[in-house]
């Protein structure tokens, strides 16, 4: 099994900044992509931020320039670095990763999430 836990929530005015963890543990044995999302009230989840093993990143355009995203594969570790909050960044957000475990099977699992609130 693979467990993620997410980190760094919380409730920021706008034009702010924070950053989101999400740590990684389990039964690894290597991560093809890692990626967060986020889902506001009454809104279907959205996928925000992504990054491959091979460093290539993609962000969704309404973050584009004011998020970033991270990995640091030797402690299985993700983040997400959001700058210039808005209100409508306002949503619960999940850490998801795929990859292989040590049996060989392929894994997708969901941090539980963490609230980002941004106030105007």
């Known amino acids: 099994q693979v467990q993620l836990v997410e980190s760094g929530g919380g409730l920021v005015q706008a034009g702010g900044s924070l950053r989101l963890s999400c740590a990684a543990s389990g039964s690894i044995f290597s991560i093809n992509v890692m990626e967060w999302y986020r889902q506001a009230p009454g809104k279907q989840r959205e996928s925000v931020a992504t990054?491959?093993?091979?460093?290539?990143?993609n962000y969704a355009d309404s973050v584009k320039g004011r998020f970033t995203i991270s990995s640091d594969n030797a402690k299985n570790m993700l983040y997400l670095q959001m700058n210039s909050l808005k209100p409508e960044d306002t949503a619960v957000y999940y850490c998801s990763v795929a990859g292989t475990t040590v049996w060989s099977t392929a894994f997708r699992s969901w941090g539980q999430g963490t609230q980002v609130t941004v106030s105007s």
């Open positions: 990054i491959r093993s091979d460093g290539i990143t």
